[in-house]
């Protein structure tokens, strides 16, 4: 039996206990295991019924190909049919305002997004895709400000980008 520091979450063991535990979880049939880091006869029959699973030689044993083989099936059970995730373009401290006039790639974005959004509304003027907010972003702004019953001030701060992500993605599901 093999030992480690439980916190050690990068030790070979705790890492193999985690992803056993983890399709388990998703595919059942394996031995349910608890990441400890600790090779004791729970982690050795999750790995025998890992290794029964997918056809290798079931030696309990973590070799070269059960350790290959371990982490493919956990990376393409992890990422099939996963949506693509999202991302927060806007910096993540509370008080981040972008002002009139001011030039940022994030607006590029913020453009792209209030254009998509236009073609559905006739009060939201398509607006050109410069990077910069400008007058014409700056009133797309207002106008998807007012349709939220928001303050119509047209600061693009978190909770009005937060207004423009959650109407582009409602416009935009495919649960349409």
């Not at 607006?107 to 939201?124: A, C």
């Amino acid at each position: 039996m093999a030992y480690f520091d439980i916190r050690d979450t990068k030790n070979p063991i705790f890492q193999i206990q985690r992803i056993l535990r983890f399709l388990d979880n998703e595919e059942n049939g394996l031995a349910r295991v608890k990441p400890d880091g600790i090779y004791g006869d729970n982690t050795r029959n999750a790995v025998i019924a890992f290794q029964k699973k997918y056809g290798l030689l079931q030696t309990g044993v973590v070799d070269k190909q059960s350790w290959d083989l371990l982490h493919t099936v956990d990376r393409d059970t992890r990422y099939k049919n996963q949506k693509a995730m999202p991302v927060y373009i806007l910096p993540m401290y509370e008080d981040y305002v972008i002002l009139p006039n001011a030039k940022d790639n994030y607006i590029l974005v913020v453009q792209h997004m209030l254009n998509e959004i236009g073609t559905h509304y006739d009060e939201i003027d398509t607006v050109e895709i410069t990077g910069i907010y400008d007058k014409a972003t700056v009133e797309a702004i207002k106008h998807l400000q007012r349709r939220h019953l928001a303050n119509d001030d047209g600061i693009l701060d978190g909770k009005t980008y937060n207004l423009l992500v959650l109407e582009y993605e409602r416009l935009n599901s495919r649960d349409l």
